[in-house]
């Protein structure tokens, strides 16, 4: 029997893309930096590379939301950046060198990072106009994570560093495929921007002090997402291990979108805002405090204290 993609449920087509695009970023946040380190960068060339991809969002964003606007066209822009990250991401196999690498990296995360602010905008409208809870569909995408993260540590450790790029490369063609279910909500339409009320939006402190906030909370991650694995390399973790660290981290997210709809009701914006920006600083206190699994939230094995103790008797 003939079966169409499109007949799928949209809140199904929704979570799997989710799942697809949070697969990128659960191979990409643990592991990516490990792979260009094995290019024989110095940390502040790494540095430097994942900044790139940063900034560039800052330019192509505000491009693609216009495009946005003024076609009206979400899903078709984002299967056109989601194929483009699949051949940007390809060429990392064929390309050595800090400055090529800058370039590609900025390139591929500038067309990649677009894809999420139009999918919680595509997100939103759809469960808007259909009546779908939006925390019950995003928390795929952190289930996903917790997945990869942990799979690819584990794989990682048998594994060569070389396979990273191909999980990645993989993981996007997921992505793209996952952008080919979507569909545009019924209340999309080609909606010129409105200068008047732009100017009223530049013009609340509300909105400085909401970008401000939020700004302040993703910039103190940065570090962490560029530098938690090789940190933890350092002292000693093996790559299981370290997926599972990331992968624990996401717990909590996947509780928070579970009952999103009464936290936000109960909390209200400014009260989420509050609480992630304290239990942020609260955590980076802590995990830059110690390396040891206790502190990063994972009880020792039994066998691993035994060795270590043995180590520490027989000074080998």
Not at 248 to 257: K, R
Not at 294 to 309: C, H, K, S
């Amino acid at each position: 029997m003939f079966f169409r993609v499109h007949m799928l449920p949209v809140g199904l087509r929704l979570a799997l893309f989710y799942v697809a695009i949070f697969a990128v970023v659960g191979i990409h946040l643990p592991f990516w930096p490990v792979w260009l380190k094995a290019r024989g960068l110095s940390d502040s060339e790494l540095g430097l590379i994942l900044g790139a991809g940063l900034w560039s969002r800052v330019v192509v964003n505000p491009i693609v939301a216009y495009m946005v606007d003024s076609s009206g066209r979400r899903t078709d822009l984002m299967g056109g950046l989601a194929i483009l990250s699949v051949v940007l991401c390809t060429l990392f196999a064929v390309i050595d060198g800090f400055w090529p690498l800058l370039m590609l990296s900025a390139a591929l995360w500038a067309a990649f990072a677009a894809l999420m602010p139009l999918g919680e905008n595509l997100t939103l409208l759809t469960a808007s106009t259909r009546r779908l809870e939006y925390g019950r569909i995003r928390l795929w995408g952190s289930l996903s994570f917790i997945l990869v993260s942990m799979t690819g540590g584990v794989v990682l450790t048998y594994q060569p560093v070389a396979l990273i790029l191909w999980i990645l490369v993989a993981s996007m063609v997921l992505t793209w495929g996952a952008c080919l279910l979507l569909e545009e909500p019924p209340s999309a339409s080609c909606a010129r921007s409105d200068p008047k009320a732009f100017r009223r939006v530049m013009m609340d402190s509300r909105f400085w002090l909401f970008l401000l906030a939020t700004g302040m909370i993703h910039a103190s991650h940065n570090i962490y997402y560029g530098f938690a694995t090789l940190h933890w390399q350092g002292a000693g973790l093996s790559s299981s291990v370290i997926g599972l660290l990331w992968a624990e981290a996401v717990l909590a997210e996947v509780v928070l979108f579970a009952f999103s709809n009464a936290l936000v009701t109960r909390l209200r914006p400014t009260g989420l805002l509050i609480l992630g920006g304290s239990a942020a600083a609260f955590r980076w206190m802590v995990l830059g405090s110690s390396t040891h699994l206790v502190v990063l939230g994972r009880r020792v094995p039994y066998r691993q204290r035994l060795r270590r103790g043995c180590r520490r008797f027989t000074g080998r």
